[in-house]
């Protein structure tokens, strides 16, 4: 059993940055894939960016790519998701995921356990 807490978040204006960091608690963080996913009012839940569980793989949506990075400290059982240059496309509620089997996957299916979710809203 994992469970995932987010943190960050919040009102940033156009241009602007926001790190997210989602922790991990229970056992065997460090084998697990983790992704962050994200869904805007009256939208669906889409994919943002996956990392495998040693960091060699990351994958991300195009809607983000060059301006979102994913990473994680194994040793803080950890995983980030720095967003830089946010526009208001980008609103939304932000979860992230794991998923038991270490690798980073863009479908929902895979995953496991869930965040709690955290609001990011990019406005001027």
């Known amino acids: 059993q994992v469970q995932l807490v987010q943190s960050g978040g919040g009102l940033v204006q156009p241009g602007g940055s926001l790190n997210l960091s989602c922790s991990a608690s229970g056992r065997h963080f460090e084998s697990y894939g983790m992704g962050w996913f994200r869904q805007a009012p009256e939208k669906e839940r889409e994919f943002v960016a996956a990392?495998?569980?040693?960091?060699?793989?990351?994958y991300y949506a195009d809607s983000v790519k060059g301006r979102f990075t994913i990473s994680r400290d194994n040793a803080k059982n950890t995983v980030y998701l720095q967003m830089n240059n946010l526009n208001p496309e980008d609103t939304a509620f932000y979860y992230c995921a794991a998923a038991m089997y270490g690798l980073a996957y863009s479908p929902q299916d895979p995953y496991d356990y869930w965040g709690q979710g955290t609001q990011v809203t990019v406005s001027s």
């Open positions: 990392i495998s569980w040693n960091s060699d793989s990351t």
